[in-house]
């Protein structure tokens, strides 16, 4: 690096309290010339699952350069390169080919309950997308079990409710990207493994995201939840020994609007149950949340947000106009969603039509007319086309696309 480089260092000390845990970052910044990569230091945290300090070293560095990754302003996809390393003798060997173009782990500090690793990430931070920078809106129905006879173990017949509303809660409380409107108490009649067989997926999103005024709409299931068979019965002190157990969810994220599947998400993990085989525990309990079986859970949960923020980083914000007022039109998203008055949007015409194979399809075609924010409400926002004349040729069946707000440094 040239000595005439000019450094700027910065340090940024947050506290991410989710219902999943609590991640302290302190980051080192150096900024040399710019789009080029540059070094990041950051720390990222994990809880101790069944004494794994293995897995808790792992985990703590994917969550330390996740921090750094969302630090550099790069693509959180760059995190998604170091699962595929291998955690040898306090080192990570990755294989890079996005914006990670190297890591290095300077320490681990290890607790009776959890680790932290302390990282170094160079990061090649070049922006991949221009979006409007407002939070996506999503309904989370309830995941239904696959195999109920497996919930007989401990009695968690209610896991799926308990998963599904704890991520519910953690979009709602953490994520600044992704917005849960709702968290839908029902059982909806839903296979992920035959989603490209059943029809009428496409109107259940939809009537779901109308129900909800979301845009998106997440579905799941509770696949594996099955106990190991192996034989735990301690003979000599006839004590039964903890069993390991699985959990495996499968989701789908779908697309509001339209009912297409946006992307398809699996998880697999197994830790050890450590409740005794006879006692009935309650899904929804901290009892269960604070068990190793509980943070496994967590740890999974919070996996899954973070890949449904990326896979819709670049996606356009799209409001419904629901409603003609006066000189304008309302829309459904507001405060809430990151709207602020001034902010300009471009009027989408939503058609439907036909396929060959008979499924109904939904495409955008976006106009010439540009709309305004004249005033803002939690979840609503009411806008005025920027030449008067322009508003005869809206309709409520319309849809408006939101803009990037320019910075205003």
């Not at 998106?216 to 106990?227: A, E, H, W």
Request: overall charge negative.
């Amino acid at each position: 690096m040239s000595n005439n480089s000019q450094y700027r260092i910065t340090c940024l000390i947050a506290d991410l309290t989710r219902s999943l845990g609590t991640i302290g970052v302190c980051m080192a910044l150096l900024l040399a010339y710019p789009a080029s990569a540059q070094w990041y230091e950051s720390e990222g945290s994990a809880v101790i699952i069944g004494n794994n300090i293995e897995r808790a070293k792992e985990q703590a560095v994917k969550e330390a350069v996740k921090s750094a990754v969302l630090f550099a302003g790069a693509s959180i996809s760059s995190v998604q390169q170091v699962e595929n390393g291998t955690l040898t003798q306090d080192s990570i060997s990755y294989q890079s080919n996005g914006e990670l173009v190297g890591l290095e782990v300077l320490s681990y500090t290890t607790t009776d309950e959890s680790v932290t690793a302390r990282i170094r990430a160079e990061i090649f931070a070049e922006a991949q997308c221009t979006n409007s920078g407002l939070s996506h809106t999503l309904t989370i129905a309830r995941f239904p079990l696959a195999h109920r006879q497996q919930a007989a173990h401990g009695g968690i017949y209610d896991i799926g409710g308990a998963v599904s509303k704890v991520m519910h809660s953690s979009f709602q409380e953490t994520s600044t990207q992704v917005k849960s409107h709702l968290w839908l108490d029902e059982v909806l009649a839903y296979d992920p493994s035959q989603l490209t067989t059943i029809p009428e997926v496409d109107e259940l999103a939809r009537t779901l995201a109308r129900r909800s005024n979301s845009q998106y709409v997440l579905v799941g299931q509770v696949r594996d939840i099955s106990v190991s068979q192996e034989q735990s019965l301690n003979l000599k002190f006839w004590t039964y020994e903890p069993k390991p157990r699985s959990l495996s969810l499968e989701l789908d994220l779908l697309d509001g609007m339209t009912g297409e599947l946006v992307k398809r998400f699996r998880y697999r993990d197994q830790v050890l149950w450590d409740f005794p085989p006879e006692q009935v525990v309650d899904p929804f309990s901290a009892d269960f949340w604070q068990s190793d079986y509980g943070k496994a859970w967590g740890q999974m949960l919070g996996d899954a947000q973070n890949d449904i923020e990326t896979a819709l980083s670049c996606t356009p914000s799209i409001a419904n106009i629901i409603n003609r007022k006066d000189a304008g039109v309302i829309v459904n998203m507001g405060a809430q969603d990151g709207i602020v008055r001034g902010q300009t949007a471009q009027l989408t015409r939503m058609t439907t039509f036909m396929d060959p194979f008979g499924k109904v399809k939904t495409s955008f075609d976006a106009s010439s007319i540009e709309l305004v924010v004249s005033a803002v409400e939690a979840r609503q926002a009411y806008l005025t086309t920027k030449r008067s004349s322009d508003l005869a040729n809206v309709s409520i069946n319309d849809v408006v696309m939101f803009k990037a707000l320019k910075p205003d440094w």
